[in-house]
Each structure stands twice: as structure tokens, then as C-alpha cells.
């Protein structure tokens, strides 16, 4: 009753000032539809009321609540021009109305009505057609309740988003997928989430694809599993397997069978239960058929040694054909040339390559491999690779298990060829043996092979050294003594021969290594060539010397180095020794003889230059040398003075030369001089004098003078 008097005494103010103002103000608000998305009551929600042109002085709203217990009339009085106010009261589901009175002075003159709703929603809800799927079917997920639908798959799922509704799914682990919903109005609705298990069991088979002859037998083989874990649905449990032929029939019923080979699709059904029921997972193989199969043919051992035995044997890959349907041949041909077998045994003596050929179920099959030949080569070294009789040599060997050695002369075996695992052996052969010389061999076994390597030891020759203690050259007539080197226990046998004669032995032979010797006088017999044998417990060898007369080199001295004056005496001296003889020859000079003094010669010569030889003789040992003996050319120092060189006329000029001592000295005008000569000779005191004065003639045009 009060609400309604309310009202009417509002609507009596703005029909008693409704003439006033001819214009009235327009109100919006700031949402139509406030979604309210929980029960009525439990949330307050609002809206904000704007004039959109404000003309009143103060503004009067009534606000009447949907009908409900606890939903009043709401009245505010706002009395800024502009008339905006928040609504905050709206905890009612429905339909809210809003009026709006604009007062002036004169009180209400203007009404208008806004209507805001206030949506409450019931909850969506999901449905889903399967909580737990086999791998590879699907669920069908429903949303309820709502107007529109989105889907997001987790990551497990796709990690996808859809717009659709209800959406089917097929992941292949556990996956959610969650709904996000909303009304007709556009109020969103609480997310709601859906989990989908997958019950997984796991199939392989193998081979994934074979190629056989048609109708020949095949192996195929599976490996089953159920998998556990977080990712997939509990308990699931393998039952039973079925296999299908390319023709869809029944094959068998274990994880390995033997079946016919058909051309085609080969499949194998797993059957699993667990929570989502019983499910089939399928594994399948491709099979070819063809009319020629390839062969693997392997043999016991890559190589043998000659004559073992090697197994041949041949393979398909399948299930082997009979052994008579393998022919076999060899490449060098053996005996017999072919033969039959799988596996077949062999002997081969040398690298021999091997081919079959067989048929299996209509298929031609061929294939071929190669067997070599191991050989064996021991190795085999002795102690020393010559030796001196009745010295003991050791022989080693090795690469090999067992060993026989043995050891022959061109007709004696003088180690017997014994076989036992000695790796080494010592023999002493004796000076007839090493003369040949030895061959030893050692025969190696192992593994069923063997080989054979031979080595020689021969006599060793000593390379002894002969030297004479005084030189390689010598005086005739002098004594020296040779020395040999041979070791201890050396025999030493020494001999020489003069050039042209005989080889005579110089003392005894014995074990001293030397042999003074005096060699002979005649300078004819020289080169004197000695020999040397050396005898080491059987062991020889020889050394050659040659001893040849030595030769004087003399020097010749003069007395005057740098040549003589022509008639001067000088001394010419020679060297050689104590004992020495010298034989002086000067150019034929039959006024003057050199004269010989021993060593010295003296001499002058008016005829230089002149060559002076010299023989000397020193116990037998000659040489002989040459001297050239040159004149000597004298170089005079010549001044004038002044030393200008020039002068007046009529004025006297000084002339000096120089010579050295004993020299006499002619000076030459290029005038007549006093007193009168033909060469106009400068008169000096005597010829010894050096310098003198002349005057030239007092007339200017005879100059110059030289």
C-alpha cells in the first residue's frame, strides 16, 4: 500500500509540471543484461544509470525489484544536475525496472523506464559415451544445459581447441579435455573437465616384410605387451593372438608360426581386456613371392691351411631346402667335380672358389664364396750370420707353436729333424761344415698348417789391418817393422814380394802381430808389397801393404831473393839433411864455373835471367829442385828544383836522384852543356854524385826543357 501511494504521488508531480518544460532528459545504462552466475542472493551486482543529457535540477529513480522474497523497491534521490547514480542492489534474479523522474522547481515533470535483467543460470553439465577407450576408438563427450560450447584437449590429447558440440574423440594415452560453456545471454558457465582413459596392449611381428618362393614356408614371430603406466589405463591383460593369411583365413593361434608364403597382407590380432573391455590391437607384414631366391652361402673358416677341412654350408634365409638339392662345384676343378649336400665338407689345397646351385619350391637359388689358403712362415735367425769353426751358433725361432730344425751341408744332415716346442737350438759346426756353407731350416706348426724358412751360415773371413810403424814410404835399405791386428789367439803369417820378384816370408809364423824388416837398397825392386795372413780359430783373412821409396822435396835459397845485377855473385843454398850429397847445375857459362861447396853454390852470371838446379841424393832417397835467378832492375827517384818547374830564363835549376848505395848516376841535358859532349851530359864531380845544378838558355822560345 505504501509502495503504491508512493508512486502515485510521484505521477500527480509530473502530471501537475508536466506543462513547465517542454523538453525531457534521456537515461541509459551501462548494461542491459548482468550475468549472475551463482545462487539468487549469494552475489550483489550493479549497474551505473548515466543522463545522456542532463536538464533538471535533481533526478528521482525508482528501481522495482522481480518478485521474490527479500526484493524490494530500491529509491534514490540524486540531486547533481547530470543525474548519473550506481546501482548496487540488484541480488534478484529477473527483470529489474528502472524509472526515472526529472524534478525542477516546480517538482516531477518527465518519466522514462529502463529495464536491466539479472540472469541466474542453472549449471551446465557433460556427458561422456565411454570413460575408458581401446586405442584407436573414440568417445563421444556431450555438453548440457548451456546455449554454446568450446573444447580444449590437453597435451596428451592434441593440445587442440573446437567450437562443437557434443565433439568425438580418439587419443592414444589418457587424456582431458575441458568444456568451457555460456547462456543464450552470453554468461559464462563453470568450466567443467572430462578424463578419457586408453586401454593400451602393444603388437609387433617380424619380419615387417619377406620375400619367399610361392607356397614355401615362412617364420613369422610377434612380441606382445600390455603397457602400465601413468599415461594409460590400469589393469589390462593380453589374452590371445589369431593370425590371417593375405586370404583372411585362420592361420594360427600362437606369437610363432610356420605358415605357407601367399602374396600379400599378413595380419596378427591381439585380443586385451582391462577397463575399458575387451580390444584388439593389429600388427601386420607384407609378403612377396618371386621364382628366384638369393643364397648366403658361409664356410667354417675365411681360409685354411692346405688340405683341412672347411664346411660349406648354404642358407636361404628360410627354412634350408634338402641337402641332395644342393650341387656343388669348385673353380680350379677338383675331384670328383661335382658335388652334392648342405653342409658339405672340403678339402682344398689352394684358394679355390666355390658355387652351388639348388631348387626350393620352384625357386632357382645359386650362390658362391671364396676359401683361401693360410700359410705359415716362421722366422728364423742365428746368432751370428758367420762364424769361425768350433764356435757355438744358437738359432732362434718364432710365429709358429711346434718347431723342427735341421741343418745341412751339400751332403750331410747334421741336426736330426726332431718336432717339439723348442723355439731354439744350438750347433757347433765344425771348419769342413762352414766351408760349404750351412743351411739351417726350421719347419713351423700350428693350427694345422706349416711352413718352412731356411737361412745360411758361411765361414767367417777376418779383415784384419797391416801398417808399417815407419811410414808408408821409406829409404832403400832402411829397417821398419809391420804390425797387424788379428785379436788374441791370432796366427799371424807375414811375406812381401819387391816389384817383379817372389814372395818371401819374413820370419816365423807365430801369434806376434809384428815384424821388423829391413827393406832393400835397390831403387829398381821398389814398390816393395807385403801380405799379412791371419789365422783366428779357423776364421782367416789377409792384408795388403805397399811400401815405395820416398821422395826428397829440397828447397832452393838465394841470396839475393829479388834478383841479382848482371856479373854480381850471389849464393844459392839447398837442404836435405845430415848425410846428403848435392849436385849443383848452372846454364853453360864456360868463362865462369858455378862452384860447388856441399849444400852452397856460388856463382855470377852476365846473362840473367838463368834457371840453377839441384840433385840430392840421402841414403837412396832423391829430389831434386829448381831456382830462377832474374836481373835486378834498379827504379830511380828523379826531383827538380824549384819544384814548380818552372824558372826564369837565364836562372840556374837543380836536378837529384836516388839509387841506393855503390850507384853511379849520368844526368842528360836537352842542350849543349860545358864543357861540349855529343849527349850533352851534366858534368859532376864524380859518378857517385846525385845532384847537380845547370843553367838553361837564356832564350825564352827554347822553352820548355825536358
Not at 280 to 305: K, N, Y
Not at 466 to 472: D, H, R, V
Not at 533 to 542: E, F, I, L
Amino acid at each position: 500500500m505504501k509502495r503504491i501511494t508512493y508512486s502515485s504521488l510521484i505521477l500527480f508531480l509530473f502530471i501537475f509540471s508536466s506543462n513547465v518544460f517542454a523538453q525531457a532528459p534521456n537515461f541509459s545504462t551501462s548494461s542491459q543484461t548482468v550475468c549472475y552466475n551463482s545462487a539468487p542472493g549469494s552475489v550483489t551486482v550493479g549497474i551505473f544509470v548515466t543522463v545522456a543529457t542532463p536538464l533538471a535540477a535533481s533526478y528521482i529513480w525508482v528501481i522495482n525489484a522481480p518478485s521474490g522474497t527479500g526484493c524490494s523497491v530500491v529509491t534514490q534521490t540524486n540531486a547533481v544536475p547530470n543525474g548519473s547514480i550506481v546501482v548496487a542492489g540488484l541480488s534478484c534474479c529477473g527483470t529489474y525496472t528502472i524509472t526515472k523522474y526529472a524534478v525542477n522547481a516546480s517538482g516531477p515533470y518527465d518519466q522514462q523506464i529502463k529495464y536491466v535483467l539479472v540472469e541466474c543460470p542453472s549449471s551446465s553439465s557433460l556427458a561422456i559415451s565411454s570413460q575408458t577407450i581401446c586405442r584407436g576408438n573414440s568417445a563421444i563427450l556431450t555438453g548440457l544445459g548451456a546455449n554454446s560450447y568450446s573444447w580444449t584437449a590437453s597435451a596428451s590429447g592434441g593440445g587442440t581447441t573446437t567450437a562443437v558440440n557434443p565433439i568425438t574423440v580418439s587419443p592414444s594415452v589418457n587424456a582431458t579435455y575441458t568444456m568451457n560453456s555460456s547462456t543464450a545471454a552470453g554468461c559464462a558457465l563453470n568450466p567443467l573437465v572430462a578424463t578419457v582413459a586408453v586401454q593400451v596392449a602393444t603388437i609387433a611381428v617380424s619380419p615387417t616384410s619377406i620375400t619367399a618362393c610361392a607356397n614355401s614356408t615362412i617364420s613369422l614371430t610377434s612380441t606382445l605387451a600390455a603397457l602400465s603406466n601413468t599415461s594409460v589405463a590400469a589393469g589390462t591383460v593380453t589374452n590371445s593372438i589369431i593370425w590371417y593369411n593375405p586370404l583372411n583365413a585362420q592361420i594360427g593361434i600362437t606369437r610363432n608360426i610356420i605358415a605357407t608364403a601367399i602374396p600379400g597382407t599378413y595380419t596378427a590380432a591381439l585380443t586385451h581386456t582391462g577397463s575399458a573391455g575387451s580390444c584388439t590391437s593389429i600388427a601386420t607384414l607384407q609378403v612377396f613371392t618371386t621364382s628366384t631366391m638369393p643364397l648366403t652361402i658361409t664356410a667354417s673358416a675365411a681360409s685354411v691351411c692346405p688340405g683341412a677341412n672347411v664346411i660349406l654350408t648354404g642358407n636361404t634365409g628360410t627354412v634350408p631346402t634338402a641337402s641332395s638339392g644342393y650341387t656343388w662345384s669348385a673353380t680350379p676343378a677338383t675331384i670328383p667335380a661335382n658335388f652334392v649336400g648342405n653342409p658339405a665338407t672340403r678339402n682344398p689345397t689352394a684358394t679355390t672358389i666355390y658355387s652351388v646351385n639348388a631348387s626350393y619350391y620352384g625357386c632357382s637359388i645359386s650362390g658362391t664364396i671364396q676359401v683361401g689358403m693360410l700359410s705359415l712362415t716362421p722366422t728364423l735367425v742365428s746368432s751370428a750370420p758367420f762364424s769361425c769353426p768350433n764356435r757355438s751358433i744358437t738359432l732362434s725361432a718364432s710365429g709358429a707353436v711346434n718347431y723342427s730344425f735341421s741343418a745341412v751341408t751339400t751332403t750331410t744332415t747334421i741336426i736330426p729333424n726332431l718336432i717339439n716346442t723348442n723355439s731354439t737350438v744350438s750347433h757347433t759346426p765344425t771348419l769342413a761344415q762352414l766351408n760349404y756353407p750351412i743351411q739351417y731350416c726350421v719347419t713351423g706348426y700350428a693350427g694345422g698348417c706349416s711352413g718352412t724358412t731356411c737361412i745360411s751360415v758361411g765361414l767367417l773371413t777376418l779383415t784384419p789391418t797391416l801398417t808399417s810403424l815407419s811410414g808408408a814410404f821409406i829409404c832403400p835399405g832402411t829397417a821398419l817393422t809391420l804390425s797387424a791386428t788379428g785379436g788374441t789367439g791370432s796366427i799371424f803369417s807375414f811375406s812381401t814380394a819387391p816389384i817383379g820378384g817372389p814372395n818371401v816370408q819374413i820370419g816365423a809364423i807365430n801369434t806376434t802381430p809384428t815384424r821388423p824388416h829391413t827393406i832393400g837398397s835397390n831403387p829398381l825392386l821398389y814398390p816393395f808389397n807385403y801380405t799379412v795372413s791371419v789365422d783366428s780359430a779357423g776364421c782367416k783373412g789377409t792384408s795388403l801393404l805397399s811400401v815405395d821409396i820416398l821422395t826428397i822435396n829440397p828447397v832452393i835459397v838465394s841470396s839475393s831473393s829479388i834478383g841479382v845485377c848482371l856479373g854480381t855473385q850471389f849464393t844459392l843454398t839447398s837442404s836435405g839433411g845430415t848425410g846428403t850429397s848435392y849436385t849443383w847445375t848452372a846454364p853453360p857459362t864456360p868463362t865462369n864455373p858455378i862452384t860447388a861447396i856441399g849444400n852452397k853454390a856460388i856463382h855470377s852470371n852476365t846473362i840473367l835471367p838463368a834457371t840453377y838446379s839441384v840433385s840430392v841424393d840421402s841414403l837412396g832417397c832423391k829430389g831434386s829442385a829448381q831456382l830462377t835467378i832474374s836481373e835486378l832492375t834498379i827504379s830511380p827517384q828523379f826531383t827538380i828544383s824549384p819544384s814548380s818547374g818552372s824558372i826564369c830564363p837565364g836562372s840556374t835549376v837543380s836536378l837529384h836522384a836516388s839509387g841506393g848505395a855503390n850507384t853511379t848516376f849520368t844526368f842528360y841535358a836537352p842542350y849543349p852543356t860545358s864543357p861540349p859532349s855529343t849527349v850533352n851530359i851534366i858534368p859532376t864531380i864524380n859518378a857517385s854524385v846525385s845532384t847537380v845544378a845547370t843553367t838553361p838558355p837564356n832564350t825564352p822560345s827554347l822553352f820548355p826543357f825536358s
